[in-house]
């Protein structure tokens, strides 16, 4: 039996055709396809008939498999001689823990391909109409974990670094641990008043966003109700939300339509 295939594939950021070409070609020919959490309901419709799909998601509080168990799931099913697609929401690179199933099949000795996505923040920015370069407002952007290891026994991120940065900051993952990122940022001497959007569900119909100050944008948050998962994005730029909006100001945004198709008919309808 010959050896099968790994693709380490990112989803993009949540909407179907912000997946790239490549990614959907190897969703329709797997053999078996690994999924995450956030990984899109319509892009497990594209698979060939036959293909186990996996599900593997992990969430705040609750991981369906631990990460050693998702690699030796991948390295078993390619040693069967499977060509296998491990789909991960935004980029597999990203904190999507893909360098660490990279590691792992490169270990086992299996071959495979990394097949890049839309990150998480890029997504959220640009439904947002935020852009995260700006001539006068940012000339960098920093991509933040807000959910570290939990095994590492102190924090990595050092919060007061970046305060002073002048740049745009992208925070995963951290819509619980907010309060304390404000307050460390503030601390640090970040200006009170710079703007913060929170996204969730970003580029899907079932977005949901708000704008604040960095000093007040905690209550915001509790206000407005959103949950987890959420991008946080911090900076100058956030300003150019309200005027360059667009994607929640389309006229059937956060409206529900009854398409009467099967799943399968219904995906150009949807578009």
């Given at each position: ?84 697609v491990r789909l991960k929401g935004g980029d597999p690179f990203i904190f999507g823990r893909g360098g660490e199933e990279a590691d792992a099949l490169l270990e086992a000795g299996i071959s495979f391909e990394i097949v890049p996505g839309v990150t998480a923040s890029m997504g959220t920015a640009a439904s947002m109409g935020i852009p995260l370069t700006h001539r006068k407002d940012s000339s960098a952007v920093v991509l933040i974990t807000g959910h570290e290891d939990p095994e590492k026994h102190e924090t990595l991120i050092e919060w007061e670094k ?110």
């Open positions: 039996m010959s050896a099968g295939m790994v693709y380490l594939v990112g989803a993009g950021p949540g909407a179907s055709d912000l997946v790239t070409v490549r990614g959907k070609e190897l969703i329709e020919r797997c053999d078996v396809l690994v999924y995450d959490y956030l990984v899109y309901d319509e892009l497990l419709t594209w698979t060939k008939r036959g293909c186990v799909k996996t599900y593997v998601g992990k969430r705040s509080g609750y991981h369906c498999k631990p990460q050693e168990d998702i690699e030796k799931l991948l390295i078993q099913h390619a040693q069967d001689g499977h060509m296998v970046y305060a002073h940065l002048g740049a745009t900051l992208c925070i995963y993952m951290g819509l619980t641990k907010l309060d304390p990122i404000t307050k460390a940022l503030l601390k640090a001497g970040m200006d009170p008043n710079t703007p913060v959007a929170i996204v969730r569900w970003a580029t899907l119909p079932s977005q949901e966003s708000c704008l604040g100050k960095l000093s007040t944008i905690s209550d915001v948050v509790e206000k407005s109700g959103i949950k987890p998962p959420a991008m946080i994005i911090v900076g100058e730029v956030v300003k150019d939300a309200p005027k360059h909006s667009w994607f929640e100001q389309k006229p059937l945004f956060g409206k529900r339509i009854a398409i009467t198709r099967t799943r399968e008919q219904s995906s150009e309808l949807m578009h």
